[in-house]
């Protein structure tokens, strides 16, 4: 942490936080969320950030089998309507301004997966936002500069890191991008797909990366991660070779076999890959 965290009284150094969108629990989100209790739930404070009209009764027994004591954290609906609303959410310096109480947030999204305590080493790393590198086998290279870290669903987020970002003159363009919906204006087509072309092209990927990087608007996590590159918000990140120690996100054999056979600290997409996270994720009943 920086002096200027530190000098912050009775700031605590990370809250987990866990979007929910939607009332009752699905197996892998059991599954999700109980490690997350397990593991981190005794010492860090877990919140869940979610709307008025979600019934989080399965996720409070679960909290209460482990003794855990959940802050709930309300937003607008709208942010909850799929991944358009929730990229929003992630862009919003409302949000990072409800948990100004903590240096940093770990977002926990209920496809991760934890896999022990190592919060507090990631914390003292100094970095303004940890990801699992976001590309495969040809992406991979030991500098921040020329690799994208990372995803979001399981990051690490300095809380002053993206409030300076979010509420820095000059970036209302790209927000612009995640919060306008009128897509069949062939004004926001054409901004849309300059911006996708152009930013594949510094990723050095094809078009057909586009449905897994990118949705119809740019993905929250390349924000931060890739966007704000060359800013003046640009944010401090690990090179790949310390990201992957992280989190796997896609192709976790690789990641795997590149971090010595020891697994990460989490992992994020595990029921799209469950082929190889079987061996390490038992399912909850």
Known sequence: MTPSDYNKPHRQKCVIVVPIYKSGMSQTDRTSFTALCRVLGGRWQIAIATHNRVDLSLYQAVATEYHVRLRIET??????????????LMISPSFYSRFTDAVYILIYQLDAYVFRDELERWCDGNWDYVGAPLFGLRHVTD????????????????????????????????????????????????????????????????????????????????????ALRGTPFELRVPPVTTAWQFAYNMVPSYWHAQNGGRLPFCCHAWPAQYDFWQRFIPQEK
């Not at 937003?75 to 358009?84: C, E, L, Q, R, S």
């Open 143 to 226: 500098t921040a500069q020329n690799a994208v870290v990372g995803n979001g669903g399981c990051s690490l987020r300095r809380t002053d890191a993206m409030l300076r970002a979010l509420r820095g003159d000059g970036w209302h363009t790209l927000r612009w991008v995640f919060a306008y919906r009128i897509p069949q204006h062939p004004y926001v087509v054409f901004r849309r797909r300059v911006l996708y072309r152009i930013m594949l092209l510094f990723m050095g990927v094809g078009l057909r990366a586009v449905p897994n990087f990118l949705t119809r608007f740019v993905a929250e996590d390349l924000f931060f991660s890739f």
């Open 75 to 88: 937003f607008n609906p709208k942010y909850f309507d799929g991944i358009h609303g929730y990229n929003k």
